[in-house]
């Protein structure tokens, strides 16, 4: 069975979207931005991507018009990078990344919602599974054009140009991306019913992707916001082994963020490497992470979910505080420990979805992972506020420590096991 042509706009779009992921972190540092300034910039698009699932969630139960809302989303992506090289300062780039957030969460929300409506509910794993592929080598391609575009054009025409230029392709991506969708998009008129779309987290809890990067596996809209903090004072019927898992999620994306958000400038500022070798370490991780997800499946099948996240946490412990000792000579081990960090990010990634899709209650899966989903948005919300400032006023260390000693102190939380997960 062919793949359906609309699959290419997402693709197209999430190539866009992978070149300014690396993009809008380089850029704010080359304008004078800091640590504590990326790490801020990322923590507003988090918060926005949580708040944006939960707007287009509740507006796509409202239609059944898919169409409108990723053209309007591609657009608006489009609109917000071909406005980037107007952009002289920091400060201007957190309302852009607010938009950039706010509208590509539509597509996000919209295209899941427009595969399960268009096809039977036996061909959901299937088409969810090469759809996320689809996206994630789009990610992949959007990162190596990235590191390509910038080896060649920042020698020519300067830093200022070679980051600014990528910001008009990736308009020029957002754009194309546009069109296919506006071509190929054809509104079918249907929806998924609540319990339904909670049958299906359940089945593909082992199958969602990088959620927040790749895009368009978000479960938001099944949740309204106070049930985030009713969850976390145990005041639900999810149960003890639930919220225990919760609170291990929280506090491991506040680790991974407190180490990820500052990165790019880590890898500028100390270690003095170019541009085009940030991109080149996310396309380690993120190819990576695309091919690791089959061993990952192996491992959670023949070691268990909990061991699996648990190795997953103290393989990054280690490799967070190897950072530290990282110095400019080290070229060829930072991109090993980037390919060991997306390896890594499948296990655990793929053994969490599962936990919690299997402790949550029959017919409350999807409300589960949602939840799931939001804590992880908060956790980056607040790993990369803390990492960014923990960077700038008392170094990159303590912020790279600080993450792996989260890691660590996970450990015990995720390990106690008061109900077996079948």
């Known amino acids: 069975?062919?793949?359906?042509?609309?699959?290419?706009?997402?693709?197209?779009?999430?190539?866009?979207?992978?070149?300014?992921?690396?993009?809008?972190?380089?850029?704010?540092?080359?304008?004078?931005?800091?640590?504590?300034?990326?790490?801020?910039?990322?923590?507003?698009?988090?918060?926005?991507?949580?708040?944006?699932?939960?707007?287009?969630?509740?507006?796509?139960?409202?239609?059944?018009?898919?169409?409108p809302f990723v053209v309007l989303?591609?657009?608006?992506?489009?609109?917000?990078?071909?406005?980037?090289?107007?952009?002289?300062?920091?400060?201007?780039?957190?309302?852009?990344?607010?938009?950039?957030?706010?509208?590509?969460?539509?597509s996000a929300q919209m295209a899941i919602l427009f595969l399960l409506s268009s096809l039977p509910r036996e061909l959901w794993e299937r088409e969810l599974?090469?759809?996320?592929?689809?996206?994630?080598?789009?990610?992949?391609?959007?990162?190596a054009l990235?590191?390509?575009?910038?080896?060649?054009?920042?020698?020519?025409?300067?830093?200022?140009?070679?980051?600014?230029?990528?910001?008009?392709?990736?308009?020029?991506?957002?754009?194309?991306?546009?069109?296919l969708a506006g071509r190929s998009i054809k509104d079918t008129g249907g929806k998924v019913e609540a319990p339904a779309f909670r049958e299906f987290?359940?089945?593909?809890g082992g199958y969602l992707y990088e959620i927040l990067r790749y895009g368009p596996v978000q479960l938001y809209e099944v949740l309204r916001p106070s049930q985030v903090v009713r969850f976390l004072q145990g005041k639900t019927v999810f149960g003890p082994d639930l919220i225990l898992v919760y609170y291990a999620g929280l506090l491991t994306f506040v680790g991974f963020s407190m180490v990820f958000a500052p990165f790019p400038v880590f890898v500028r500022q100390k270690l003095l490497w170019p541009n085009e070798f940030v991109f080149a370490l996310y396309v380690a991780h993120h190819g990576v992470s695309v091919v690791a997800f089959s061993w990952a499946r192996k491992a959670v099948a023949r070691w268990g979910h909990r061991p699996v996240a648990s190795l997953?946490?103290?393989?990054?412990?280690?490799?967070?505080?190897?950072?530290?000792?990282?110095?400019?000579?080290?070229?060829?081990?930072?991109?090993a420990l980037f390919g060991l960090f997306g390896a890594t990010w499948a296990m655990f990634h793929l053994a969490m979805t599962a936990v919690v899709s299997r402790l949550s209650p029959a017919g409350q899966q999807g409300q589960g992972l949602g939840l799931y989903n939001a804590v992880a948005g908060l956790g980056s919300v607040l790993g990369s506020l803390g990492g960014g400032f923990l960077a700038e006023w008392i170094g990159f260390p303590a912020a790279f420590l600080s993450g792996a000693a989260l890691l660590v102190l996970t450990l015990p939380i995720l390990l106690v096991e008061g109900r077996p997960v079948p």
Do not use: I, Q
């Not at 609309?6 to 070149?19: D, E, I, P, S």
């Not at 996206?135 to 992949?140: D, E, L, P």
């Not at 140009?161 to 991306?177: E, I, M």
């Open 1 to 67: 069975m062919r793949a359906p042509g609309w699959y290419g706009a997402f693709l197209v779009g999430n190539m866009a979207m992978g070149a300014a992921s690396a993009l809008l972190p380089l850029y704010a540092y080359f304008l004078g931005g800091t640590a504590a300034d990326v790490g801020a910039l990322a923590a507003v698009g988090s918060l926005t991507n949580v708040l944006a699932s939960l707007f287009w969630g509740k507006l796509a139960d409202r239609t059944r018009r898919r169409r």
């Open 73 to 106: 989303s591609f657009a608006g992506f489009a609109l917000a990078y071909g406005l980037l090289p107007l952009v002289g300062r920091p400060g201007p780039l957190y309302p852009l990344n607010v938009w950039v957030a706010f509208t590509w969460m539509a």
């Open 129 to 143: 599974g090469r759809f996320n592929a689809y996206c994630g080598v789009g990610w992949t391609l959007g990162l």
């Open 146 to 179: 990235g590191a390509v575009w910038v080896t060649v054009l920042v020698p020519l025409t300067g830093e200022a140009w070679g980051l600014r230029s990528l910001g008009v392709v990736v308009a020029t991506l957002a754009l194309v991306a546009t069109g």
């Open 201 to 204: 987290a359940a089945t593909m």
């Open 312 to 335: 997953a946490l103290v393989s990054r412990a280690g490799m967070f505080s190897a950072l530290v000792f990282m110095g400019s000579g080290a070229k060829w081990a930072l991109p």
